[in-house]
């Protein structure tokens, strides 16, 4: 069973993770976009792990949905709503349990996620996040190891697209042979699942 | 790439404080990033509020004043701004009974976080109206793209709306004025080098001497295609063939010339010069014309050319008072 | 260095066409290179008189209009114009009885020009009258120089002299008026990268990353001194801090924190942020800011800060109506 | 005798020789100037010769007093009101003689340099046209080839020289090390004699 304090686990990984690659986010943000990915992810992070030691929420849904009430209200661009409204709606499917099991949590993921398809309108092979939120939510029933494999590899496989949604769509064909910031980010999202739970 | 910043995480706080002290006309709070018009909110008066990344200055703050903007949001350095500075913006700028009109520009960030702030907004009881820009030429196949963006045309969409806001014309009115106003708009931008953002502190592409990118946008991204360099008369022959392929102005043209920021007024004017030059052939009449820095791309080296056709009740509010630190005029 | 441009040899005819396009208001003459207010000669009224080399935009010629000069005669770039420009801006704005003001920069080649010019002028039974602009506190020991430069002050004299000449005040009374603006001004200057000259086509001077030069000059010449990079803050000590020590302001002043061209607002509005904080700290009371390009070096990044001390007179002419391209409010 | 097709010829040379050189004079012009020398140069003496052309003027006084007034009406700059005052004021000394000797040249050039020293204030040593022009009118009734060797080598002595007017004076002592760019356009027009001359 997962308690709040695993998924506060879970976005103090996140936010140090996304320290450590938040030069390379911007990077993989520069040619296709804006040069402002990673930045743009630290401060929310920070502002989300400085707001659960100051609220201390006590249910995993708690933690989730002011995570993502704060990451909306501190990271703007494309990626504040999206992420934030992932990481609500996430929550919001927890409802008010003390701990949830790994199933439950994947479902209420998918939630989140199938929220993030509806409020962006990116489908899978768009290359965007989705493309490494869809497959690791998908592997997510083999474990939290599977699903970051899965994710990392959407990553990846984001290179070879050519953008649908968001700046690296105006590009058009020149968008081909960069991975997508987005995507990368969702992976280390994912990755910090398994750090969370000490794998 | 050297800047003249203090550190990269408080570029955006300390323009503001220096807006601040140079503009006591406008209300600049820092804190929670909005600046509004120090007469807001006007009792009958539909709210106009804008926003968007920092970096593309004198838009949006710079528009803010009578005859035009009642509040601005600046995001982070091409970063849209947080729901919470639209829902603020609101509060402080709206006459309560009025509304308010979001001018958006059509970025994925920007469109989400507005809506976001127009749902805060409703809760507050405000009634809320929006006009989406997006005049670029340069996204062609918009059913495969977030669509097209907005540039120059959302200075004029800020003017003219702007104007009509303050004659005291009801929010339906204002938001159908700005959607005809943008959609009489279209834009073209080059760039001669890449802008440099504070958070990346290097180029954001690299363009070799020798080249240019053709149909860049506002965020340092690369344009649709890399040419070898051209002249300012060629560049004026696409530029404005770009925008003349995909409207043909039947009304004289309000004409921007826009420097991204880094291309000097020298150089702007003599650009200008092409400008005028191609639309004379091309038969198009011109009723006003803008030369200089006002929807900018950081330090970028580069222009865009922005058209809009205008009608005579077009023409009279573009014309109507100004009195912003970004266009002023009559007053 | 690339350049939005046809070729160098016809930069500053280029500009001026596109000027006389975006400003019908002017009378731009490109042939012969000089710019006049359309309602010139104005009868009774002083005609002041500007110019220098081109690269410097808005000035001058975007300082011509009502409340401002009566004409501007640009030059090649960063090379001063030749004295039959200004006997030809004088004969074209001069009421013959009122005579006419020339505002003249403080360079060899300026100076020599506009004494030239003078010449001709009162041939041709013209009154005329001189202000010097040497504001710029960077050249120090002006015994073993030509003298301190003229820079950002010439904006200050040629706005408040300008609003004395368009109240119909005597020749003698506004070249006086000139005159003290002048000496209660004071600039100084940093570069953080070289500008880039049509004719040489690449930097005027080499600065590594990671320095920047400290008391620059408008003409792309290198500063008086090389240092390692400095922030927003700093640069805003030493700057106001070079300026202060050179004059102890009794009155508010006037500032105006401007941008060599390269610069983005959104560094400058940060950097008056800086420069208000020590005005702050010195006790020097702020009665306006100006932030903006205003005298430039054509695509040099850097800025420059300009104090001008006003009293109650002053002040009135500072904020009494100005129209024209660069500069404009109340009307 | 010089006749006035010898100072047509010499005008026509110095043309050729500024036009060879205006990319050195304007790099000569960077690091202490403003990067416009050459091109200042190049269009004064454009105009000279197509002046000469059109109003074919008959004496050497003639030659050299419409040559001045074109520098004075197209060049600007600093150098446009001196080059233009030198010619000017040596064309003015030579009063409408047919033909004159070098010795009268020599002299009548004296009184061009002295004006350019009045209008300027430069003196000898201050890193200026002066330090090419006072060493060549002085050697000058040794002959053009004298003259020329003594502007060459005082544009050559002007690179240890703390500037003390023109634009390179704001720079104090970093102006030190640079050879000065009006006193070598000045050695071109002294070097341009020995052209016309033939020898
Ligand atoms: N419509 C969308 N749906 C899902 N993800 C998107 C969408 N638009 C953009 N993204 C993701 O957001 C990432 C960019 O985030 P960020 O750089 O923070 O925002 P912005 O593009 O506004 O600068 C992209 O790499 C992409 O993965
Ligand atoms: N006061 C002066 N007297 C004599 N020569 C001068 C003086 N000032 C400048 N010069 C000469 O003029 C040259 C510069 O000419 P130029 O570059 O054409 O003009 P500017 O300095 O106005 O750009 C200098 O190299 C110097 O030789
Ligand atoms: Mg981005
Ligand atoms: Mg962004
Ligand atoms: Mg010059
Ligand atoms: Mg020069």
């Not at chain 2, 007024?265 to 191609?278: D, I, K, P, S, T």
């Amino acid at each position: 069973m997962l308690d709040a304090a695993f998924f506060r686990r879970w976005m103090t990984a996140t936010a140090a993770s996304v320290d450590r690659e938040a030069e390379r986010l911007t990077a993989l943000d520069s040619p296709i976009g804006d040069a402002d990915h990673g930045s743009n992810l630290q401060r929310g992070f920070h502002a989300v792990t400085a707001e659960l030691e100051k609220e201390d929420p006590q249910t995993p849904g708690a933690v989730l949905t002011l995570a993502g009430r704060h990451l909306i209200s501190t990271v703007g661009g494309a990626s504040g709503p999206l992420y934030g409204t992932l990481l609500r709606r996430t929550g919001k499917a927890l409802g008010d349990a003390g701990e949830v099991s790994e199933a439950e949590f994947a479902q209420a993921l998918r939630a989140g996620v199938d929220a993030v398809m509806t409020l962006g309108g990116a489908a899978p092979g768009d290359k965007t996040m989705i493309d490494s939120l869809v497959p690791a939510v998908d592997a997510l029933s083999d474990g939290f190891t599977a699903a970051r494999a899965a994710a990392e590899e959407g990553a990846l496989a984001t290179t070879p697209l050519q953008a649908r949604k968001g700046r690296a769509s105006y590009l058009g064909e020149r968008s081909i042979g960069h991975q997508d910031p987005g995507a990368t980010s969702s992976a280390l999202l994912i990755a910090a699942l398994t750090e969370a739970a000490g794998e | 790439m050297k800047m003249l910043i203090n550190v990269a995480e408080t570029v955006v706080a300390d323009a503001l404080r220096g807006m601040a002290a140079a503009h006591p006309e406008l209300v600049v709070d820092v804190d929670h990033r909005v600046i509004v018009r120090r007469d807001a909110p006007v009792e009958g008066k539909v709210a106009l509020i804008s926003g968007g990344g920092s970096g593309h200055e004198p838009l949006h703050g710079g528009f803010v004043g009578p005859g035009m903007l009642s509040a601005a949001c600046p995001g982070e350095v091409f970063t849209s701004p947080v729901p919470d500075q639209m829902a603020r913006a609101a509060a402080a700028a709206v006459d309560s009974g009025a509304g308010v009109l979001f001018i958006v520009k059509n970025y994925t960030g920007d469109v989400l976080n507005f809506d976001m702030a127009a749902e805060l907004a409703e809760d507050e009881g405000i009634q809320v109206a929006k006009v989406l820009v997006n005049d670029d030429v340069a996204v062609t196949d918009s059913l495969y793209t977030a669509g097209r963006r907005g540039t120059g045309a959302t200075l004029f969409v800020e003017k003219i709306a702007g104007a009509a806001a303050d004659e005291g014309q009801p929010l339906g009115q204002v938001e159908a004025i700005g959607r005809q106003v943008n959609e009489n708009s279209r834009s073209f931008g080059v760039a001669l080098s890449a802008c440099t953002t504070p958070a990346k502190g290097s180029p954001t592409f690299d363009l070799p001497p020798g080249e240019l990118e053709l149909g860049i946008g506002i965020h340092g991204e690369p344009g649709r295609e890399r040419r070898a360099m051209m002249t300012s008369g060629e560049i004026a022959d696409f530029s404005v063939g770009a925008i003349l392929d995909d409207m043909t102005p039947r009304n004289p043209v309000l004409v921007l010339v826009n420097s991204m920021g880094g291309t000097p007024l020298l150089e702007l004017y003599g650009f200008n010069a092409e400008v005028q030059r191609v639309l004379s052939e091309r038969g198009v009449a011109v009723a006003r014309t803008l030369v200089g820095n006002y929807v900018t791309s950081l330090d970028m080296a580069g222009a865009s050319v922005t058209l809009c056709q205008v009608d005579e009740e077009l023409l009279r509010l573009w014309d109507a008072p100004v009195k912003t630190p970004g266009l002023r005029w009559g007053m």
